[in-house]
């Protein structure tokens, strides 16, 4: 059974729509990144699924139980989810450990698990030396470490992640990135929120962009856009004006030093174009390919 199966889900706050009869399926060891422009939705559909707030109208299945139907499926849903929201709220006063035993008590673990999962957790994410202090002293990128450790307290099957790298340094959101890697691979489902564009393509299994109402929803190659492949040839100086480029060769543009062109059959036509600039004693020092994807794609779809 997958671990979520939403059905035209709606949410309303008073006479405003938050999320349009959005559907979409998560397996288990999967990651679904959400993708969308801020105010689209993207958190209410999180906290729907997760059992934190009630659909105004669809339906949902979420780790074999019917969300808003009843209590005990709520109650159920929430204890197999993990939550690591983008505004991380900690008892500032308390030691991260501490906060980590109090959370642990809330899921109801028992006292030697709770402090088993608070010391791994805290080595997990490197705050192992500063466990014994207050939270109100970490930084935000601290905060959201401390944030994954609590989620996890409790071994969810299902995790969802709202802008988990915000406020993080390059080191960290690769440990993180590893991390979300690991967790699939153990069979975790993850909902991941993000507007990285490279960190949705580098992670998902699928995408779902939604805008209030669903704009895409598949896997990240289907949303690379269908058009003929650019390449860009790095070269000394500048390209002769009566050059003729091979058939099915059109030149895009051309400046001191970069010629780039669109072709419609890469493997005959590359070499013939690289023939022509060879004949025409053009000193060629690269030829690249030029990758139009996710991001021309995604903001066509938010203009659309």
């Given at each position: 059974m997958?671990?979520?199966?939403?059905?035209?889900l709606v949410r309303r706050f008073d006479e405003r729509l938050a999320v349009d009869r959005v559907s979409f399926t998560l397996e288990a060891g999967r990651v679904l990144a959400l993708l969308g422009p801020n105010g689209a939705g993207k958190t209410t559909t999180m906290r729907v699924l997760a059992?934190?707030?009630?659909?105004?109208?669809?339906?949902?299945?979420?780790?074999?139980?019917?969300?808003?139907?009843?209590?005990?499926?709520?109650?159920?849903i929430r204890a197999r989810c993990g939550v690591v929201p983008e505004a991380p709220?900690?008892?500032?006063?308390?030691?991260?450990?501490?906060?980590?035993r109090f959370f642990g008590g809330l899921?109801?673990?028992?006292?030697?698990?709770?402090?088993?999962?608070?010391?791994?957790?805290?080595?997990?994410?490197n705050l192992q030396d500063r466990g014994k202090d207050r939270v109100g002293t970490y930084s935000k990128g601290m905060k959201q470490r401390l944030s994954l450790a609590r989620a996890l307290l409790h071994q969810p099957q299902l995790l969802f992640l709202d802008e988990p790298t915000a406020g993080l340094d390059p080191r960290a959101t690769a440990e993180l990135h590893s991390l979300i890697r690991d967790l699939r691979a153990q069979g975790c489902g993850i909902v991941l929120s993000t507007?990285?564009?490279?960190?949705?393509?580098?992670?998902?299994?699928e995408i779902l962009v939604i805008d209030t109402r669903t704009l895409f929803y598949g896997h990240p190659q289907d949303l690379q856009p269908r058009q003929q492949l650019e390449i860009q040839i790095r070269m000394l100086?500048?390209?002769?004006?009566?050059?003729?480029?091979?058939?099915?060769?059109?030149l895009l543009g051309a400046d001191t030093?970069?010629?780039?062109?669109?072709?419609?059959?890469?493997?005959?036509e590359t070499p013939a174009l690289i023939a022509a600039l060879v004949k025409a004693e053009v000193p060629i020092l690269a030829v690249e390919p030029v990758r139009r994807g996710l991001r021309e794609r995604y903001l066509e779809l938010l203009n659309r």
């Open positions: 997958p671990l979520i199966e939403a059905r035209e059992g934190l707030l009630a659909p105004s109208a669809g339906s949902a299945v979420v780790c074999g139980h019917a969300l808003g139907q009843r209590d005990q499926d709520n109650d159920a709220g900690f008892y500032e006063r308390l030691s991260a450990a501490d906060n980590l899921h109801g673990l028992e006292p030697r698990v709770i402090e088993e999962r608070v010391s791994a957790g805290l080595r997990r994410f507007h990285s564009l490279e960190e949705a393509e580098s992670l998902a299994d100086g500048e390209l002769p004006d009566d050059l003729v480029w091979p058939s099915g060769c059109k030093g970069l010629a780039r062109f669109e072709l419609t059959d890469p493997k005959r």
